[in-house]
């Protein structure tokens, strides 16, 4: 199986991306950061690559999408709890993010989402697996 995680994601201006994530509470890799990418740290092993459009657009031949209208991906990120996903929806909108829908509330499950600035959408959501439906225990 993988031992780590690299999701690569397009973005507009990577030092206004870097300010943004930073903001929220994340670092970056400085071994994989400069003018055209940073190395966002999502948690042991995983990581989102904020890569210059120009960049990015050397990986694919295909055409790259404006991820303010159009769906790229959907990152879901889980948290201890549903206090700390809100607190960090609340941090994301303070730093210029908005919400995409609203909050859902699924018994087992509470999510929340927030769209960088650059449109890509980041699903954090909180699931107590004992309380899905079926679980024993």
Not at 105 to 111: H, K, S
């Amino acid at each position: 199986m993988h031992k780590q995680m690299f999701v690569n994601l397009a973005v507009k201006d990577v030092a206004r991306s870097i300010k943004f994530f930073g903001s929220l509470g994340y670092s970056f890799n400085p071994k994989f950061t400069n003018e055209q990418a940073a190395a966002l740290v999502l948690g042991e092993n995983l990581y989102a690559m904020l890569l210059d459009e120009k960049f990015f657009a050397t990986f694919t031949p295909k055409k790259l999408i404006d991820a303010k209208t159009h769906v790229e991906t959907l990152v879901a990120l889980p948290l201890e709890s549903r206090e700390a996903v809100e607190a960090l929806i609340a941090k994301a909108i303070a730093a210029g993010a908005s919400t995409p829908t609203a909050p859902k509330d699924l018994g087992f499950m509470y999510q929340h989402a927030y769209t960088d600035l650059d449109g890509h959408v980041w699903e954090i959501f909180y699931m107590d697996e004992s309380a899905f439906p079926g679980a024993s225990g």
